[in-house]
């Protein structure tokens, strides 16, 4: 059977339809970096408004590269409804809504951080690159995904936890933020470092931390007084904020916009180092209580925009490489890491498999939405 994905919870607008084997028959996803980039961050109702003007040809695109017709010619629909922003999800939903209702298909309600999870569950080539595009049966064959349970590492733009994925709707959370999430880190080092910050400012600064010196500038790694597998990044930003004027003034600088670019890179690149250290801790932690328990868990999946990261996806790959007893590790590849329409579509198949569908006609949408209310 095929679905039709809607995802608009923050501010990409993304549509894409999906065959059940897990194969992307069409995608269209509208970035509304350029809106934001001027204001340094998101700003709700220009996110709303452009996810508005964009909705209908996201998603009519989405249905003619997957060679349909219209919206008749798929079996259901699935659409995001949770976490995130309720103006943004409300779009998004209406439109999903109308459509189950006008074309009289099953209507599956998606929780936008399961989806991510989700993603790691994805069929797709042994080489990480390739994804199933276009349905070609040889590509399936040598699909790879992880089963339940397993351990998720969930590192977003607003979240970082470290959870046991136990099934479908079926979550137990082992470690959260008490503050900033990773994602946010590296959008306001990105900010601080005039780097372009629309859509995230993620990519720019692992762009820069290639050209730098992880070592360059000490930073104190988080929560090394507590024993457990909760994440700060508050912190760590003000660090870098104070390490980055310090070495402005001592250049003699007015502002920090006028660091060299050397500098600039070497900032960027200890940012990098220490904030996936204190991730590398965490996992170490959890790796070592799941593997004393019965069952025990051996597969990690890393979802999230974050989880784009190459460096964070090499030192956790060599993680778990190096256990006593070698762990699996699953990530999507980047373009899949970050909000897009597949994932809404994915986690509603992986809901339809189970049984588990709803009811169109007064879906409400949730800004906040716990784990514990989906089982
Ligand atoms: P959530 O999923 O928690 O509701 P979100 O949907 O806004 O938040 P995502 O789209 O999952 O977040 O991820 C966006 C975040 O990922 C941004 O903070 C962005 O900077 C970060 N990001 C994207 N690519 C990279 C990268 N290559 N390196 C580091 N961070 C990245
Ligand atoms: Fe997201």
């Not at 049966?137 to 046991?164: I, N």
């Not at 762990?327 to 994915?346: H, N, Y």
Request: hydrophobic share 40%.
């Amino acid at each position: 059977f095929t679905v039709l994905g809607i995802e608009s919870s923050c501010d990409d607008t993304g549509a894409a339809v999906l065959r059940s084997d897990g194969v992307i028959l069409g995608e269209s996803l509208a970035s509304q970096s350029e809106i934001h980039e001027e204001f340094g961050g998101i700003v709700p109702g220009l996110a709303k408004t452009a996810h508005e003007e964009k909705i209908d040809s996201v998603v009519n695109e989405a249905i003619a590269r997957a060679g349909l017709n219209s919206v008749a010619d798929v079996d259901a629909i699935g659409v995001t409804v949770g976490p995130g922003l309720e103006i943004c999800l409300r779009v998004g939903c209406n439109k999903a809504r109308e459509l189950a209702m006008e074309h009289k298909k099953p209507f599956v309600s998606v929780h936008h951080l399961e989806a991510h999870i989700l993603m790691a569950r994805l069929p797709f080539d042994d080489k990480n690159a390739k994804f199933n595009v276009g349905g070609t049966e040889e590509v399936h064959e040598s699909k790879r995904t992880v089963q339940f349970p397993f351990l998720a590492l969930l590192v977003s733009g607003g979240h970082c936890q470290l959870m046991k994925c136990l099934g479908i709707g079926r979550y137990e959370i082992i470690g959260g933020t008490i503050d900033d999430s990773l994602g946010e880190a590296f959008d306001k080092t990105a900010r601080l470092l005039g780097l372009p910050v629309g859509g995230g400012g993620g990519p720019a600064v692992e762009k820069l931390a290639k050209e730098g010196d992880p070592k360059a500038v000490e930073l104190p790694i988080p929560l090394q007084k507590r024993k457990d597998c909760d994440f700060s990044y508050a912190g760590l930003k003000t660090a870098v904020r104070m390490k980055t004027e310090k070495i402005a003034a001592e250049r003699g600088l007015d502002s920090v916009d006028d660091l060299s670019h050397e500098d600039k890179a070497n900032i960027a690149s200890s940012f990098q180092n220490v904030a996936i250290k204190h991730i590398e801790q965490r996992l170490k932690r959890t790796m070592d209580m799941l593997e004393n328990e019965d069952g025990g868990i051996r597969s990690l999946a890393v979802v999230g925009g974050v989880a784009a990261n190459q460096e964070l996806r090499r030192r956790l790959e060599a993680i778990c490489e190096s256990r006593n007893e070698p762990w699996e590790m699953m990530v999507p590849p980047p373009r899949l890491c970050t909000d897009q329409g597949a994932m809404a579509a994915w986690a509603a198949i992986e809901r339809i498999v189970v049984g588990s569908t709803d009811i169109p006609d007064n879906q409400e949408v949730y800004a906040r939405f716990p784990f514990q209310s989906l089982s």
